[in-house]
């Protein structure tokens, strides 16, 4: 008897992108699936840089007109920084020039299994505002994207995720029915230098993007940064489950409708 076939493996499902306004320029690099990824291409607004001795981004005369006033410089992707992390099967490196906005989509990917590269130049000299949404509107991009016809997926994910005293939970369907609510509870305006505000209107900018319908509710919690991170790793399990694969369910759309 001949041995069975073996099935095809699924395509991968990754995105790269550039999103450029008057106020921000961003690429990302996603892989829903985890490992490696390329590093970002240079781009008139990300020029390769030179580097110091001592690891850091030098501006050459064609990035110094978009690192300042704009954002501070970025390091090189070849350098680790406070929001990146190499394993055996993710790849995740962050710089926005929002450190608690790294923080945060660091603790996203790793907890939903992606691997994932974002830079952004912002006009940070203003506020976050700009920097936040358009980060979030791009990465809800990139999910879609790689997401692709959005067949054979469990569709629907959940999640609870504790930070010490806080507690959160997400509920996610990729339903293509763009809607997001978000009880977050803040006791104060900023957390490091995020705007507490931008993160329930940065997330609904994401759902916004990537097309789904997404629940984010902070149980509980005395401290913002616990509270924040519970939520952000809630979500990550809730994407997780979201995106599974299903055995057998193979180009089939979830829904009654017959189409997402």
């Known amino acids: 008897m001949s041995s069975p076939v073996p099935a095809p493996a699924p395509p991968p499902r990754t995105a790269t992108l550039t999103r450029t306004t008057k ?3 961003i690429q990302i690099a996603l892989s829903l699936d ?3 990824l390329d590093l970002l291409p240079p781009t008139p607004h990300f020029p390769s840089p030179e580097e110091c ?3 850091t981004a030098t501006p050459t005369s064609s990035t110094t007109s978009t690192s300042s006033p704009r954002s501070p410089p970025i390091p090189p992707q070849t350098v680790e920084t406070h ?3 190499t394993t055996a099967s993710q790849q995740i490196w962050i710089w926005t020039g929002v450190g608690f906005l790294d923080h945060m989509l660091h ?3 790793k907890h939903a299994g992606w691997s994932l590269r ?3 130049r912002g006009d940070l000299y203003i506020d976050d505002h700009h920097t936040i949404e358009d980060t979030l509107l791009a990465l809800g991009t990139a999910f879609t994207t790689s997401l692709g016809s959005r067949t054979g997926l469990a569709r629907f994910g959940y999640a609870y995720a504790p930070l010490d005293e806080a507690l959160s939970r997400a509920v996610l369907d990729i339903s293509s029915r763009p809607f997001f609510v978000g009880e977050f509870g803040f006791q104060s305006e900023r957390i490091g230098n995020l705007s507490t505000q931008m993160v329930g209107h940065g997330l609904g900018s994401w759902a916004q993007a990537a097309g789904v319908t997404l629940h984010v509710d902070v149980l509980k919690g005395v401290n913002d940064h616990h509270r924040c991170e519970s939520a952000f790793k809630a979500l990550a399990g809730a994407c997780r489950m979201a995106c599974a694969r299903v055995g057998g369910r193979e180009g089939e759309v979830v829904s009654t409708k ?3």
């Open 83 to 85: 929001a990146s992390q």
């Open 34 to 36: 985890g490992g490696p």
């Open 107 to 109: 603790a996203w990917a």
């Open 258 to 260: 017959g189409v997402l």
């Open 23 to 25: 106020e921000t320029s």
């Open 53 to 55: 001795n001592d690891g």
């Open 118 to 120: 974002v830079r952004c």
